[in-house]
């Protein structure tokens, strides 16, 4: 399978998108390394081949209109992630979560019907390959601390604040 991707550059940095022959998201986040997201793409849906493209219409403009203010625009980007049930569940709840309203670890894993399950949220935050449009980065840990977050901290910092200041 052949994917593409783009790179668009955004106030925190670089923002690599690859996308599925559909138009799905497969991977990303905020690096200029297509070479560092494939390698978070489930083994089933990975593509064999990535090539560079300038624009990825509908989805590079989500990634462009959200990051100057319009929040919603990545909410009706198509994802594409594989794992098991619970992490596929827990990504679609994700999805859900209102920009400008962030939750803990714990709302996060009652939200996906398993409240015992505080780790398996936050595995799902970590093994989320499609930061932004999966948004992990509006989870944070009991207390108010970020937590984690592979794009960083500062990168986190910024979204919360940017969609808080955009609600």
Request: glycine share 10%; with cysteine; net charge neutral.
């Amino acid at each position: 399978m052949t994917a593409a991707f783009t790179t668009t550059i955004t106030p925190i940095g670089p923002f690599t998108t690859i996308v599925d022959a559909e138009g799905h998201v497969l991977a990303s986040g905020w690096t200029a390394e297509v070479d560092e997201l494939r390698p978070l793409i489930h083994a089933s849906l990975r593509p064999t081949d990535v090539r560079e493209t300038g624009d990825l219409g509908s989805v590079t403009r989500a990634v462009e209109n959200y990051h100057r203010g319009e929040l919603g625009a990545i909410d009706d980007v198509p994802v594409a992630q594989q794992s098991g049930e619970f992490l596929v569940h827990a990504w679609k709840v994700l999805r859900d979560v209102p920009a400008g309203s962030p939750i803990t670890y714990s709302e996060f894993a009652a939200l996906a019907g398993r409240p015992a399950a505080i780790r398996g949220a936050a595995s799902a935050c970590a093994r989320n390959a499609a930061a932004l449009f999966v948004p992990c980065h509006r989870v944070f840990r009991i207390g108010g601390a970020l937590g984690g977050f592979r794009w960083g901290l500062p990168a986190k910092q910024w979204l919360l604040a940017h969609e808080a200041v955009g609600r």
